[in-house]
């Protein structure tokens, strides 16, 4: 008997696990109800878990695809705005216009060698050579041609290309074409003045705009000109008439404000030598020359080029 008692006496439990089996079904707690109750909370974790995974699947497929936009910011400088630049009565000389870039992504391309043949197929100009080992690199996104036209971007969607997308660029665009060129200059692919007021304007505070992020829509104040289109146009016109009938090798004309020292008109015309010279034209730099009038401002530059960049501002 006393051996039989021995072995019905069961080991003291260790205190760990006593503290354990306490802080997880606490004491004089029925088991079975607290099971039931974690397998609700756990049914109803699940639940919520697949409910957030189902509702962003719907978002991305009404949506559409949008990552697209937010790539590499510093390399998508380009997509920065530029204000307009218009004549003193407003006349636009200079705006942006949105324009599709094509672009691709070599790790989402299943079969290269298919999609090079397909996009060269829709754009001739572009190089094999070059959009293949562009697609060939190890790179997540690469530019394919800047600035398509619209129907090139229906064609290309029809293909179907898995890894081939499109961004909507700002493209400058100037309406008055070679009017006043000489004044407004131009700028490169990625929308970055390199002469006359465009390169002007970034030299002075939108480059830092754009390097900061901002000036990133087109919700900005347009730079007015002290230049009036119109006597811009007739100065030309009359200019290049002279140039016709005395057959001279150049010609160039300004006009001025008496009263306040603003640059109306200015524009030049020359023929380049066609045998060296030592007497060839030659444009020196001069010192900036401002002037101030009143309320307003005139800002003269002449570059090493026949340009000159002409702003108002106020006082």
């Known amino acids: 008997m ?5 072995r019905t006496v069961r080991p003291a439990e260790p205190w760990r696990q006593r503290l354990i089996r306490t802080l997880l079904y606490g004491r004089n707690v029925d088991r079975a109800v607290k099971a039931r109750a974690r397998v609700g909370f756990a049914i109803v974790a699940f639940a919520a878990i697949y409910a957030v995974i189902g509702g962003r699947l719907i978002m991305f497929g009404v949506g559409g695809d949008n990552h697209g936009a937010r790539r590499t910011a510093a390399q998508d400088a380009i997509a920065t705005a530029r204000p307009d630049i218009v004549d003193r009565n407003g006349e636009v000389l200079a705006t942006d216009v949105k324009a599709p870039s094509l672009f691709g992504e070599p790790r989402r391309i299943i079969d290269k060698d298919e999609a090079i043949e397909l996009l060269t197929a829709t754009l001739p100009d572009l190089d094999t050579g070059e959009v293949r080992d562009r697609l060939s690199s190890k790179k997540g996104f690469v530019w394919l041609k800047r600035e398509i036209t619209p129907l090139q971007q229906q064609e290309i969607h029809r293909l179907g290309i898995p890894g081939i997308g499109f961004l909507r660029e700002n493209k400058r665009v100037y309406p008055t074409g070679n009017e006043v ?3 407004i200059g131009l700028v490169n692919i990625d929308n970055q003045g390199i002469a006359g007021m465009e390169k002007w304007l ?4 939108l480059a830092d705009l754009h390097r900061a992020g901002f000036a990133t ?3 900005q104040r347009p730079v007015e000109l002290s230049v009036d289109l119109r006597v811009e146009h007739a100065l030309r016109d009359e200019l290049l008439k002279a140039k016709e009938k005395f057959k001279a090798k150049a010609a160039s004309g300004l006009v001025s404000n008496v ?5 109306v008109a ?5 023929d380049r ?3 060296p010279s030592p007497w060839r034209w030659r444009w020196i730099p001069a010192s900036p020359i401002s002037t101030r009038c009143g309320m307003r401002a005139v800002r003269c530059t002449m ?4 340009s000159m960049t002409i702003t108002r501002s106020g006082a």
Request: avoid cysteine.
């Open 273 to 275: 030598l066609s045998k």
């Open 202 to 205: 970034d030299s002075n505070g």
């Open 2 to 6: 006393r051996n039989r008692a021995l």
């Open 259 to 263: 009263r306040t020292g603003e640059i």
């Open 181 to 183: 060129a000489h004044l």
């Open 303 to 306: 570059a090493s080029s026949p």
């Open 217 to 219: 829509d087109r919700l």
């Open 266 to 270: 200015v524009f030049t015309r020359w």
